[in-house]
T-cell receptor, first 117, second 115 residues
């Protein structure tokens, strides 16, 4: 069955330190991969996506993510965390091969990132 | 360009009642998806519509239904409400149909409380 895992419910990091939010998936072929962020009391916002090409994708607010096909991972990273990065982060994956209902967007359960001053 | 709008923003209903939520996508977007978000279950996919046709659906009971109109606006309906239906219901629009790489744009959500 297709699935997305965000193995950490919560990540804590000090301001100025690098951060990583992990995402692994089980989807056939080379899926489309997305990261979204939900700030407190605000809607979900798109951060970045991987379609094809360079495995390192750059997105909004200084975030980037690396697609690793062999490890079926798409970890979100930022070199220097800000307190304002504290939010709920979701990884999502869409199968680009299957037909019908199997091509729906599959979401992880989210990782709460807390950046401490 | 205006974002995704959802009405109402907040709703309180009692068990057994039904509710209809509305979503207006970004102009030009023809795909609308609905999600239920709860603290314990994360983001649960309900259904996705494109050009008035339901293209994908999640694992929710038949009490949850939806539709899309010719102007791409969408409604979802929940009948015979249960306490467990209390959640934030999110609508998202995108430029194209399931299977494409376009990102989704989310509305602010409708907070449904069932008492």
């Amino acid at each position: 069955a297709q699935s997305v895992a965000q193995p950490e419910d919560q990540v804590n990091v000090a301001e100025g330190n690098p951060l990583t939010v992990k995402c692994t998936y089980s989807v056939s072929g080379n899926p489309y991969l997305f990261w979204y962020v939900q700030y407190p009391n605000r809607g979900l916002q798109f951060l970045l996506k991987y379609i094809t090409g360079d495995n390192l994708v750059k997105g909004s607010y200084g975030f980037e993510a690396e697609f690793n096909k062999s490890q079926t991972s798409f970890h979100l990273k930022k070199p220097s965390a800000l307190v304002s990065d504290s939010a709920l982060y979701f990884c999502a994956v869409r199968d680009r091969v299957s037909a019908g209902n199997n091509r729906k967007l599959i979401w992880g359960l989210g990782t709460s990132l807390a950046v401490n001053p | 360009k205006a974002g995704v709008t959802q009405t109402p923003r907040y709703l309180i209903k009692t068990r057994g009642q039904q509710v209809t939520l509305s979503c207006s996508p970004i102009s030009g977007h023809r795909s609308v998806s609905w999600y239920q978000q709860t603290p314990g279950q994360g983001l649960q996919f309900l259904f996705e519509y494109f050009s008035e046709t339901q293209r994908n659906k999640g694992n929710f009971p038949g009490r949850f239904s939806g539709r899309q109109f010719s102007n791409s606006r969408s409604e979802m309906n929940v009948s015979t409400l249960e306490l467990g239906d209390s959640a934030l219901y999110l609508c998202a629009s995108s430029r194209s149909v399931a299977g494409d790489h376009y990102e989704q744009y989310f509305g602010p959500g409708t907070r449904l409380t069932v008492t």
